[in-house]
């Protein structure tokens, strides 16, 4: 049986108001991503204060903390009303209708209502304000709208420079405006260990006390990392945790030497050099580590997958790459998580409904398919925000090369490695590498706004896609 909430915001009804027009249509305005359907009618709807909310399921009545509150302006033309029931196979899909005496946001699932919101706070930001009555006049039409890609993602790196919880909760706030629905958090490298794990204690000790350049860095308590995820769910947006093993390894291997290929300590590592540390594949101490690391992070994790790494394991023998991968799958599927891993993890075997996250190896994503693995688009060359936009750009790096705004969006992800069929595509997501930022300045930096790309990217289908105009749309926003 559905059940059908409903949510009325009820702004102050100016009853026998004025009529008023806006000054600019609503198909005009410059929405991201681009809706799949606006239509624009003539008039206006004037958009004031006075909430007062009205609910009947709390998962809805939650949203109004989100609703945009224009205080300082006079009273409304009527109603917002926000309701579930749309009829539509994607939770994210809605329809936002403005009337001149109401607006009103119907979602096929909370995610769609708040997904209508952004879209609703972005009209508002681009509509034009009446000075001498105090109001601001939306233009009225109907929007109807939902994603391309089920998935869409940035993964933000806190292992090489470690980001506080505060600057994370800016980002969620940041990428939940153009509707990204992930984050994946890259919790674990040489440089540091970032989430507490209480049946290993040193790994935050000693594991997370360096980042690169030699800064003191940092760690998420078990608690934090549940605030954070929370904080994300609330804004429909889930945290995927990712430790990378068995490369990448040198904090945990400072912390607990046994881990070590050969079995000896290592030094803290501040550098930016890759492919250098292993964990040993061959000793069965490992394996109880990586369980026990598991186990607390997926008791923690509200998502379904655990993203185990697995890229650029340089100095890890093949065979014993495929060994350790093979069995770490394994560890996470016992608990109860669907295994991620970076492309390389397709030349082992992590079982169908696995996730192979392409960054380099076209080949890799090919024979991830042919395993029946989905394949999670993020090309180096087109999806990585750690690249530098030029030659002149004070933050990142270039060895995939530079990354224009507009190569980060003249691209698809549904047919850019040949062979690929979309059904086959879980989503998209845009890793931001940290070696050259260590506050959310420099992270602002690169990642807006060639984010604000692969949310389009990933919501907006192809044929309405076009660099000319959204770079129009781009140019009137602020970001």
């Known amino acids: 049986m559905n059940i059908v909430f409903t949510l009325v915001l009820l702004l102050f009804v100016s009853c026998g108001g004025p009529m008023y027009e806006s000054e600019t249509s609503l198909d005009k305005l410059p929405l991201i991503p681009q809706p799949q359907s606006v239509i624009s009618e003539p008039g206006g709807f004037a958009y004031g204060a006075n909430l007062q909310v009205i609910a009947e399921d709390q998962e809805l009545a939650d949203l109004q903390g989100f609703i945009p509150m224009e205080s300082s302006l006079e009273n409304s033309s009527g109603p917002l009303v926000l309701s579930l029931g749309w009829n539509h196979p994607s939770p994210e899909a809605y329809r936002l209708t403005i009337h001149r005496q109401e607006i009103r946001i119907q979602g096929a699932g909370p995610a769609g209502v708040f997904r209508g919101i952004q879209t609703l706070r972005q009209i508002l930001a681009a509509s034009n304000s009446d000075p001498q009555q105090s109001i601001k006049v939306l233009p009225l039409g109907v929007i109807e709208d939902a994603p391309v890609l089920s998935y869409r993602g940035t993964m933000l790196d806190v292992a090489r420079h470690f980001f506080t919880v505060a600057e994370v909760k800016q980002y969620i706030d940041q990428i939940a405006y153009y509707k990204i629905n992930t984050l994946h958090l890259h919790l674990s490298d040489d440089q540091g260990w970032r989430v507490e794990i209480k049946a290993y204690p040193r790994l935050t000790e000693i594991g997370a006390a360096t980042e690169v350049g030699g800064g003191p860095g940092g760690f998420y308590t078990q608690e934090d990392f549940l605030e954070l995820q929370d904080y994300a769910a609330q804004r429909f947006i889930q945290i995927i945790p990712e430790i990378d093993m068995p490369g990448h390894t040198n904090a945990a291997i400072v912390a607990y030497p046994e881990l070590n290929g050969n079995g ?24 109880m580590f990586i369980d026990h690391v598991i186990k607390e992070i997926a008791e923690l994790s509200t998502s379904e997958y655990f993203h185990l790494g ?13 060994i350790f991968v093979e069995r770490v799958g394994a560890i996470v599927r016992a608990h109860h998580k669907i295994p991620m891993g970076w492309d390389e993890v397709a030349q082992t075997d992590l079982g169908p409904g696995s996730v192979a996250q392409f960054w380099a190896s076209e080949k890799n994503a090919l024979a991830a398919v042919d395993k029946k693995m989905k394949v999670l688009m993020s090309p180096a060359k087109k999806a990585y925000l750690d690249m530098q936009y030029d030659s002149l750009s004070p933050y990142g790096l270039h060895w995939a090369g530079y990354i224009s705004v507009q190569d980060a969006y003249n691209w698809d992800p549904l047919s850019y490695v040949p062979g690929l069929d979309a059904d086959q595509i879980l989503g998209i997501e845009a890793p931001l590498w940290s070696e050259t930022i260590s506050d959310s300045s420099g992270l602002e930096y690169l990642a807006f706004p060639r984010l604000i790309c692969v949310a389009e990217l990933g919501w ?5 896609r076009s660099w000319e105009e959204f770079n129009r749309r781009l140019a009137e926003v602020s970001y």
């Open 460 to 464: 907006t289908p192809q044929s309405l």
């Open 264 to 287: 000896k300590p290592v030094s803290p590592y501040t550098g930016t050099a890759v492919g250098f540390s292993t964990f040993d594949a061959r000793n069965e101490a490992v394996y």
């Open 310 to 322: 697995g890229d650029e394991s340089h100095v890890t023998p093949k065979e014993d790459y495929l």
